[in-house]
Nanobody
Framework: QVQLVESGGGLVQPGGSLRLSCAAS????????MGWYRQAPGKQRELVAQ?????NYANSVKGRFTISRDNAKNTMYLQMNSLKPEDTAVYYC?????????WGQGTQVTVSS
């Protein structure tokens, strides 16, 4: 089992940047897949980015967002640049291990002038 805690969300102007962090309660080096989903009001949850041995991104964030992980710090990151109002959502991190998916509680990102 692993507990995940997101941080780094907030209010930012269009064109700005934020870095989200997802801190795990134990060593993550054995966890194959980690990533980020987001859910905007009235919309379905969508996969934003995932990191395994490679990285994958939603088309809507390619070139603007970068996912990374630091196994030594048991933390995953999502660097978000050139933010747009449509990026406004609650962002959730996840970790998949042995067919079980663990979730964080979510962090709000609001992009508005």
């Amino acid at each position: 089992q692993v507990q995940l805690v997101e941080s780094g969300g907030g209010l930012v102007q269009p064109g700005g940047s934020l870095r989200l962090s997802c801190a795990a309660s134990r060593n993550i080096s054995s966890i194959y897949a980690m990533g980020w989903y987001r859910q905007a009001p009235g919309k379905q949850r969508e996969l934003v980015a995932q990191i395994t041995s490679t990285t994958n991104y939603a088309n809507s964030v390619k070139g603007r967002f970068t996912i990374s992980r630091d196994n030594a710090k048991n933390t995953m990151y999502l660097q978000m640049n050139s933010l747009k109002p449509e990026d406004t959502a609650v962002y959730y991190c996840f970790a998949s291990e042995l067919l079980v998916r663990y979730w964080g509680q979510g962090t709000q990102v609001t992009v508005s002038s």
